[in-house]
């Protein structure tokens, strides 16, 4: 099982999405799809899809968070062709953020925010040994530019099968980032490989809560600690939800909240739902407890 997952909120374009990205890469299909009734947002679709092996999960949640390019997903391909179609395809309504084109690191290369404002990176890798298809690529902007060394250094002592990859930094003159700071830098957690960067450009945007990263633990002992350890921001507390030191959003989720949200029984559904709307930290026995109707 992927032990972390992207989770996308939109505002009800979840299953429209789905659809597109699903249709975009081999070995890609949507998993299950839930609704579930009487949250803030009214009734909100729950979509989790695979992407060329790596689970996404999708939310029409309505309109209270919307992306920007803090968190993009960085595409590997193997051919320019596939660069091509993929820049097509996700242009489409969208805004291209870095034109493609040749660049010192890639042949063929190009940023783009697609029509539900997600940003991707794609990229033409000649000799391809990214062990993922899609790196989520953390940007530190604001007041948070200048922290990416900072906070993969925190992200690799709280998770396990934690790495960090050679760092490119920036050089004197390469202004307005202060030399020494974060130009690339890959890392992984629980084998999922991510990326970050500092931008000290002038950016109207910060990490917010419409890309946030769901973390699955076994039991309520994993859930505990994953909490204490990420959650800096107590307003933000919510249904599972937390916001770390540097504002970027995590879920601290049980794995058999999978299970759960996957019944057909509409009662059990709704008691569960109720259940986790008056939480802030998942409780798995009275999760549990709401399941069963005790």
Same mark, same amino acid.
Request: charge should be negative; glycine fraction near 6%.
């Given at each position: 099982?992927?032990?972390?997952?992207?989770?996308?909120?939109?505002?009800?374009?979840?299953?429209?999405?789905?659809?597109?990205?699903?249709?975009?890469?081999?070995?890609?299909?949507?998993?299950?799809?839930?609704?579930?009734?009487?949250?803030?947002?009214?009734?909100?679709?729950?979509?989790?899809?695979?992407?060329?092996?790596?689970?996404?999960?999708?939310?029409?949640?309505?309109?209270?968070?919307?992306?920007?390019?803090?968190?993009?997903?960085?595409?590997?391909?193997?051919?320019?062709?596939?660069?091509?179609?993929?820049?097509?395809?996700?242009?489409?309504?969208?805004?291209?953020?870095?034109?493609?084109?040749?660049?010192?690191?890639?042949?063929?290369?190009?940023?783009? !925010?697609?029509?539900?404002?997600?940003?991707?990176? +794609? &990229?033409?890798? $000649?000799?391809? /040994?990214?062990?993922?298809?899609? *790196?989520?690529?953390?940007?530190?902007?604001?007041?948070?530019?200048?922290?990416?060394?900072?906070?993969?250094?925190?992200?690799?002592?709280?998770?396990?099968?934690?790495?960090?990859?050679?760092?490119?930094?920036?050089?004197?003159?390469?202004?307005?980032?202060?030399?020494?700071?974060?130009?690339?830098?890959?890392?992984?957690?629980?084998?999922?490989?991510?990326?970050?960067?500092?931008?000290?450009?002038?950016?109207?945007?910060?990490?917010?809560?419409?890309?946030?990263?769901?973390?699955?633990?076994?039991?309520?002992?994993?859930?505990?600690?994953?909490?204490?350890?990420?959650?800096?921001?107590?307003?933000?507390?919510?249904?599972?939800?937390?916001?770390?030191?540097?504002?970027?959003?995590? !879920?601290?989720?049980?794995?058999?909240?999978?299970? +759960? &949200?996957?019944? $057909?029984?509409? /009662?059990?559904?709704?008691?569960? *739902?109720?259940?986790?709307?008056?939480?802030?930290?998942?409780?798995?026995?009275?999760?549990?407890?709401?399941?069963?109707?005790?």
């Amino acid at each position: 099982m992927q032990r972390i997952v992207p989770h996308l909120w939109f505002d009800k374009e979840a299953s429209e999405a789905a659809k597109l990205y699903t249709s975009l890469f081999s070995n890609s299909n949507i998993k299950d799809t839930t609704v579930i009734h009487n949250t803030p947002s009214g009734d909100a679709e729950i979509v989790t899809i695979e992407l060329a092996g790596q689970e996404f999960m999708l939310l029409s949640g309505g309109p209270f968070f919307k992306f920007n390019p803090t968190i993009s997903f960085l595409i590997a391909c193997d051919t320019k062709k596939e660069v091509d179609m993929l820049w097509e395809k996700l242009s489409e309504g969208g805004t291209a953020l870095t034109p493609l084109d040749a660049y010192p690191f890639s042949e063929k290369y190009g940023w783009v !925010q697609d029509r539900y404002g997600l940003s991707w990176q +794609i &990229m033409y890798l $000649e000799s391809n /040994d990214m062990v993922q298809k899609f *790196t989520p690529t953390l940007m530190f902007t604001g007041e948070q530019s200048g922290n990416a060394e900072i906070a993969i250094n925190f992200y690799s002592s709280v998770f396990h099968n934690a790495k960090v990859g050679d760092i490119l930094r920036y050089s004197a003159g390469e202004g307005p980032d202060r030399k020494g700071t974060i130009k690339h830098v890959a890392f992984t957690l629980e084998s999922m490989e991510f990326a970050a960067m500092d931008s000290a450009r002038v950016h109207n945007f910060v990490f917010n809560e419409a890309i946030s990263f769901i973390v699955y633990c076994n039991n309520q002992e994993e859930i505990d600690y994953y909490w204490g350890k990420l959650s800096s921001v107590p307003e933000a507390e919510q249904c599972g939800w937390l916001k770390d030191q540097f504002g970027v959003s995590w !879920q601290i989720v049980p794995t058999v909240m999978n299970e +759960i &949200m996957q019944t $057909e029984d509409s /009662d059990k559904l709704a008691r569960v *739902t109720e259940a986790f709307l008056k939480m802030k930290k998942f409780d798995i026995e009275d999760l549990k407890k709401a399941y069963n109707g005790r």
